[in-house]
């Protein structure tokens, strides 16, 4: 992962922080130049109109990108020190113009965002060793009703990596065997597969599907004894 994905994971860009913070507005977002360490490298940051940020650093004696910094074996006292310096200026901006979010994907956000106005259930986050899964408890007993986890797909899939955030649900026996027809859905993660689900936050099960089956599994902890 590059420095700037780890730094701005789990964030949202506020747009109207980003010119008083020194960034120009162009045609495709916005750019913002920074020399440090005595003027002997550049950073050039680029936040487009999704929000997706991206980084070089220019060694302006050679006018070259500087990418020692993203290369994990380089470990000398120099290249750690670009490296720390360049990150400091990440965690400026970040800290300046960005929102902290509860997870990474937009979708998560969304529907999390439902959840506390729907439900009035903020997410839990019980485990130090996996800090971004988040529970939901149903408030009549205590029950889990969702589970939110980031974990690679080779998890879910052998024939796919990378990261990705998905959601547990519990729902009817029958209908959890219907949904693994459909793309998005996968045997439930860490959870009993007969009676619970998981959906993939990546924009293939629209929101309003899911916000269904959210309700649907609310109901669920609510009046029937969890298995998971």
């Not at 302006?60 to 990418?67: K, M, R, S």
């Not at 901006?93 to 929102?99: A, L, M, P, Q």
Request: proline residues 2%; aromatic residues 14%.
């Amino acid at each position: 992962m590059k420095l700037e994905q780890d730094i701005f994971k789990r964030t949202s860009v506020i747009f109207d922080q980003l010119e008083p913070y020194g960034f120009h507005r162009e045609e495709n977002g916005y750019s913002y130049e920074v020399t440090f360490m005595n003027d002997a490298f550049q950073a050039v940051i680029m936040i487009d109109l999704k929000g997706n940020i991206t980084g070089k650093v220019y060694e302006l004696e050679t006018e070259e990108e500087y990418t020692n910094i993203y290369v994990i074996t380089q470990t000398g006292a120099f290249v750690s020190k670009v490296r720390t310096a360049y990150e400091q200026i990440l965690i400026d901006i970040r800290n300046h113009c960005f929102e902290k979010n509860y997870f990474i994907f937009p979708q998560a956000n969304r529907i999390t965002k439902w959840i506390e106005t729907t439900y009035h259930d903020e997410p839990e986050f019980l485990w130090k060793k996996y800090p971004g899964y988040g529970i939901f408890r149903n408030q009549k007993n205590g029950k889990w009703y969702g589970a939110i986890m980031n974990i690679d797909f080779s998890k879910l899939d052998s024939k796919k990596t990378g990261e990705v955030e998905i959601i547990d649900l519990k729902l009817e026996e029958e209908k959890v065997k219907c949904y693994l027809k459909e793309n998005g859905f996968y045997p439930a993660y860490h959870m009993n597969k007969k009676n619970w689900i998981t959906v993939l936050f990546d924009g293939t099960v629209a929101d309003e599907k899911m916000i269904s089956l959210i309700e649907e599994s609310y109901l669920n902890t609510g009046r029937t004894r969890q298995t998971g």
